[in-house]
């Protein structure tokens, strides 16, 4: 189970803040139902950097791990920029998901995109996207009633992204408890 710590939007804050502060990441309390205080259980490594901009890899990326001992389950802490199921950042999927909403084509957007992303990543994304508008955007309309206003896939998103960086707006679905892609 990964939960996704906001407030985080760089894989340089994070190894700052890992370095800084790590008790920032640990949850208040069990996610499960038991609710008790979970002990640190180490952590794992992913490999998220895969923008190709010439600088440096900042793989691999620890991500905190913590255990209940009253249910023994784990749970993962996240930072906002890292999605709980994908190998490449927030970002680079809101710089493509931009590209498509002003109307290029997937052929060009995986020309142009900084990142390693195939054009069958790309597209699966982006189906991915449109599919989930419906439950995204009602969970997301509480938060930013000015969208509201707005008819349309495309309308909506600009607009959103607007306001808020895509994985600002994945946290708060998140949040909500809706699975996030």
């Not at 991500?63 to 490449?88: D, G, K």
């Not at 002003?102 to 189906?127: D, H, L, P, V, Y």
């Not at 600002?168 to 909500?176: F, K, P, T, V």
């Amino acid at each position: 189970m990964a939960f996704i710590l906001p407030g985080i939007l760089s894989l340089i804050q994070h190894f700052e803040t890992l370095r800084k502060s790590p008790e920032s990441y640990r949850p208040k309390s069990c996610p499960g139902c038991c609710h008790a205080s979970v002990w640190c259980h180490g952590c794992y490594t992913r490999k998220p950097d895969r923008k190709d901009l010439g600088e440096p890899c900042l793989n691999p990326v620890p991500i905190m791990r913590f255990f209940c001992p009253e249910c023994r389950s784990t749970c993962s802490v996240l930072p906002e920029c890292i999605p709980p199921r994908s190998w490449y950042l927030w970002e680079v999927r809101q710089a493509i998901f931009l590209l498509l909403l002003a109307g290029e084509s997937i052929s060009f957007t995986f020309a142009f995109n900084g990142s390693r992303a195939s054009r069958t990543t790309i597209k699966r994304w982006w189906q991915s996207f449109n599919s989930c508008f419906q439950i995204f955007s009602l969970q997301l309309l509480p938060h930013f009633p000015c969208l509201g206003r707005l008819s349309g896939f495309t309308k909506f998103w600009t607009a959103c992204l607007a306001l808020r960086p895509l994985s600002s707006a994945m946290c708060l679905l998140h949040e909500e408890g809706v699975l996030v892609p």
